[in-house]
């Protein structure tokens, strides 16, 4: 996706923002009217949405973004909202099959201003403007032959791509992912031990979906999927993880406490799991995420070193390792 001209310009103002990656795109000229909440019979619909929460997962799927794909509007500005001020972007599920008019992404910082507008149903011009262009994409993988074949394979996997610098959303898990390999590398597990790291997460799991069509019988036949989710050791945060049944769930549970860490929040085994999580669990695979919350998640400021605690980071990454070598060596 390459986005051109996006803005929202109301008299000389001009708002620059992202779109809505699975949604409809103007042409360079845009669409043309008075603005109004979305909902109302206005031309250029608003909509806040956010801020993401940790424990709904696919809220950002749902709900009022689901509604406005729908909606009559010839286009809509999505009014972000974070715990802090910024642009903070909504994933691309349905990337492959976008639908709805036009979404523009904006800042909440500019939620005053355009509220202001709407009061007097300000005349405005929307422009969201993209090209889709076809490109390569790469998972990347590894694999621990373990010394037992016939026990069945253990799958460790971490998103690799995201929005902007995306450095506590993904670069910590990664930095996760490449300690489990470390550490198994330096044993002998029994079990075969692989890796992925995907692409595309944001843009439908697109990754995920890729390598799962090239191993069709790998989500029932794997031991378990351990998917190192978002934002692992942000800064003053607290975690929750979701496994899919109370063995993996304890064994997680076990692997942070020995490093000092606590569980602050458990997910039902059959609520709805997060990201690529969520391929496993339709698929009726085992799983277990860990997941932390973040007040930069999806944002610019989701940088180093600010979004990083290294040294929680650190336990974080000493769990899942010595964890993964206990699971490796389970014969049951």
């Known amino acids: 996706m390459d986005p051109q001209s996006c803005y929202l310009r109301v008299g000389r103002r001009r708002i620059d923002g992202v779109p809505l990656f699975d949604a409809g795109f103007t042409d360079g000229q845009g669409v043309r009217g008075k603005l109004g909440f979305v909902g109302s019979d206005a031309a250029i619909g608003l909509l806040e949405i956010g801020p993401l929460k940790l424990a709904e997962p696919r809220a950002e799927h749902q709900g009022s973004i689901f509604t406005a794909r729908r909606s009559p509007h010839k286009g809509v500005v999505l009014l972000t909202r974070g715990r802090r ?51 390569q994409a790469f998972n990347v ?21 995201a929005w902007w610098q995306c450095i506590s959303e993904q670069g910590c898990r990664v930095a996760c992912w490449l300690e489990i390999i470390r550490a198994l590398a330096a044993s002998k597990p029994a079990r075969d031990c692989l890796f992925v790291a995907f692409s595309g997460h944001e843009l439908g799991v697109l990754g995920t979906a890729a390598y799962i069509e090239r ?73 277990v995420t860990v997941a932390c919350d973040s007040e930069v998640y999806h944002s610019v400021a989701d940088r180093w070193p600010d979004a990083v605690d290294v040294a929680a980071l650190a336990r974080y990454a000493k769990a899942f390792a010595n964890g993964a070598l206990q699971l490796a060596e389970q014969s049951n």
């Open 215 to 287: 191993r069709p019988d790998l989500i029932r036949r794997a031991h378990a999927w351990i998917f190192l989710g978002s934002s692992i050791g942000a800064p003053r945060q607290p975690n929750l993880i979701h496994a899919s049944d109370e063995v993996l769930e304890g064994w997680i549970t076990s692997a942070i406490e020995k490093e000092g860490l606590t569980v602050d929040e458990r997910a039902p085994h059959n609520s709805p799991a997060r990201g690529e999580a969520s391929v496993i669990q339709q698929g009726g695979g085992r799983f």
């Open 85 to 135: 001020p910024g642009l903070f972007l909504s994933n691309a599920l349905a990337f492959r099959n976008p639908s709805g008019p036009p979404m523009l992404q904006v800042s909440n910082a500019e939620s005053e201003w355009l509220k202001e507008q709407l009061q007097v149903q300000a005349e405005a011009t929307l422009v969201v403007q993209a090209i889709r262009t076809a490109a």
């Open 141 to 161: 993988t590894a694999k621990i032959s373990g010394s037992n074949p016939k026990l069945a394979p253990l799958v460790f996997m971490a998103p690799r791509s």
